[in-house]
């Protein structure tokens, strides 16, 4: 256990010896890893660091401009914002398999980072946000998903590609210090307390093919589900539902059923809810949401998102279930 302002202070020593006057790229995703990553290097070396920011399309609601606001705008840190959304729903476009659609927004992935790091003068550092675990987990033996997570999420690969130096100051810390890391450096708890997401994204959340408006749709569907989950509070312990869930989203399902709205008929598609309660994200079980919070999630979508006319609630514990539903 590190106490954190002397652990900020001997971090940013470290980082500055080790990089000197070089320049360092850090591919910024909006997760808490990279954010607080990026935090420390800005504090350590300021202008010397460049964040480059891969917009697949397949964010949540408002999230690209959340990023762009705390990181460029509040902080200063130089970040190169992409709008890779077309290239991304070009590239997946009819592709129906879980696994074909991540090794795809895998690839295009780095090739869109690579493609802007290039632009770069005098890079000399890729840095990354592997934690302690990820160190761990990627010495051990690994099912496919899990590696798809390492190859995806720690952009594996383009450090030799680049010809660049790696820095991962945070490797020696587990999710909680790197938490506690990103409250001392100022980051917003919203941001360093939030739910993980996968780095394929609303890609692994809309089953089968995916295409621009399937996105916006759950988007908006998942944003008034989280809404709601942060605004409504248990009486016993008098947390809010999102802090008592580890990670809840919307996946939007490509099944259309009838309905009745007004005096019409409607036949659109299935919003699931997925909310899940576990410490390592290995077992978990789902959480057991009041019925009037589930009740207003599912009469907001329904009222509020076209295309939808459905929602439906996810009763299936991991395993066998997985929590993502790819
Ligand atoms: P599953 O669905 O395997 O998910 O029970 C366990 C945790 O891992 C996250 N996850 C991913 N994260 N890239 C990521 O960065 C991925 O491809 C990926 N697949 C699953 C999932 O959100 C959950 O927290």
Redo the contacts with the bound molecule.
Sequence with gaps: DWNMPDYVQEAITRIREQVGQDHVILGLSG?VDSSVAAALIHKAIGDQLTCVFVDHGLLRLNEAQQVMSTFAEHMGVNVIHVDATEQFMSKLDGVTDPEAK?KII?REFVEVFQAESAKIQDARWLAQGTIYPDVIESAGAKTG??V??KS??NVGGLPDTLNLKLLEPLRELFKDEVRKLGIALGLPPSMVYR??????GLG?RILGAVNKEFADWLRQADAIFIDELRMTFDEKTGKSWYDLT??AFAVFLPVKSVGVMGDGRTYEYVVALRAVQTSD??T?GWAPLPYDLLAKVSSRIINEVKGINRVVYDVSS?PP?????E
Aim: net charge positive; charged share 15%; aromatic share 12%.
């Design positions: 997760g991540r895998g998903k899990a798809a997570i995806h999420h739910h993980p997401f996968p780095g394929p692994v580890s990670q994200f290995m978990a991991k279930a997985t929590i993502e539903w």
